[in-house]
């Protein structure tokens, strides 16, 4: 099996003032994004779970998810 791909960030060590402002603009991208997509975000979020939950208890649910969302 091949390691799941994920995103990195890859910064320089940074003083505490430029550590407070990145935090300050990454929540502000992270509440501008649940602002535009929370209600789809959270429908796959419940998907994801669901699926998760039946693959780790072996339920037989039918798991078919719409095709529009990435697991």
Known sequence: MS???HAQVHLPPL???YALTLVDIF???I???W???GER???VAHL???RQ???TTGCDEDMAAPEDVEP
């Open 3 to 5: 390691p799941r791909r």
């Open 31 to 33: 509440e501008a994004i």
């Open 35 to 37: 602002r535009a997509h």
């Open 48 to 50: 994801r779970a669901h």
């Open 41 to 43: 975000m959270s429908e």
């Open 15 to 17: 003083d505490a003032g």
């Open 53 to 55: 939950h039946a693959t």
């Open 27 to 29: 929540e502000r991208a």
